[in-house]
């Protein structure tokens, strides 16, 4: 496949601009760094077909001669990756590019075609040109354009946050689950003595002691297996989490307040200082999970 096979047509999508006459990359107007040789073609094929499935093995035939004697397997996944950092994009999160888990790739975000056909364009003419292409993936319906996502939600998003070392992003938070099991085991062992500390609340200390004890035996196999999903390296842990984050979050709120069960020991400003960065630390384990998805296994 030369150079000529995919002159032709620009893309806009999100924030970005595709020329594949001269294979550069501008997000909202700015040059990006260029892509490489492999990576930009596979963008150029899911960017003609948005919204349908581009198989691995198509991606073979069409990319890989023959006779080239190389790892497809690595030299795709490499290819994805240049691909979803170029653009910010995550497999756990996808925003463009969506895995299908043995099955290929699909690009599923809104497509204008902008120009004249290129010669790597599948199908006779299925696809309008200066029509937007709409794809009608559930991710799609989902988020509509990238400045969307963006004011959507206060939380960060993978685009917005750096890539970290998966070592670094396992590290961090495995302590942060120690954390709150440590919270859960001390506090369940001084159960009686918490009940002294409750007992000045009246009717509401039982309410308080059974809110305590049942949100840490919640909170305990939560925190178990979140422990084993990092240690075993378990595949779209990312994801996973994401899912369980609404609630997991209240939960972690509500032990946020777990130094005031020492105040008579610390006193009630460390107690406020404590919870202060207590009421963070959910979200901060969620912003490392999306850090370490900027290099995922594809």
Request: glycine share 6%.
């Amino acid at each position: 496949m030369n150079e000529e096979n995919i002159r032709g047509p620009r893309f806009r999508f999100g924030l970005f601009d595709l020329d594949t006459s001269t294979g550069e990359l501008h997000k909202d107007g700015k040059p990006l760094p260029r892509i490489r040789d492999q990576a930009f073609r596979i963008l150029v094929l899911l960017l003609e077909t948005p919204g349908n499935l581009v198989t691995r093995e198509e991606l073979r035939e069409r990319l890989w001669a023959a006779d080239t004697f190389v790892d497809f397997d690595h030299g795709l996944n490499t290819a994805i990756n240049q691909l979803r950092n170029a653009l910010g994009d995550s497999a756990a999160n996808p925003r463009f590019i969506q895995t299908l888990p043995r099955r290929g790739y699909r690009f599923i975000a809104p497509v204008e075609h902008i120009g004249h056909q290129s010669a790597l364009q599948r199908g006779s003419s299925k696809h309008p040109q200066a029509t937007p292409a709409m794809p009608s993936t559930p991710s799609e319906n989902r988020e509509r354009s990238e400045p969307k996502a963006s004011q959507s939600s206060f939380l960060s998003d993978a685009h917005d946050l750096p890539a970290v070392p998966n070592i670094i992003v396992r590290i961090l938070f495995s302590l942060i689950q120690l954390m709150y099991l440590i919270f859960y085991a001390l506090s369940l062992a001084r159960l009686s003595t918490l009940q002294t500390i409750f007992a000045s609340q009246g009717s509401l200390a039982v309410l308080f002691l059974v809110l305590l004890i049942v949100s840490a035996a919640v909170g305990i196999p939560i925190r178990l297996y979140l422990l084993a999903a990092v240690g075993f390296n378990y595949r779209g842990l990312t994801g996973k989490f994401l899912k369980l984050f609404p609630f997991i979050l209240p939960l972690d709120e509500l032990w946020a307040l777990a130094p005031f069960l020492l105040v008579q020991q610390i006193g009630p400003g460390l107690a406020i200082a404590f919870t202060a960065a207590l009421l963070y630390v959910p979200f901060s384990q969620r912003s490392v999970l999306l850090m370490g998805s900027k290099n995922p296994a594809t």
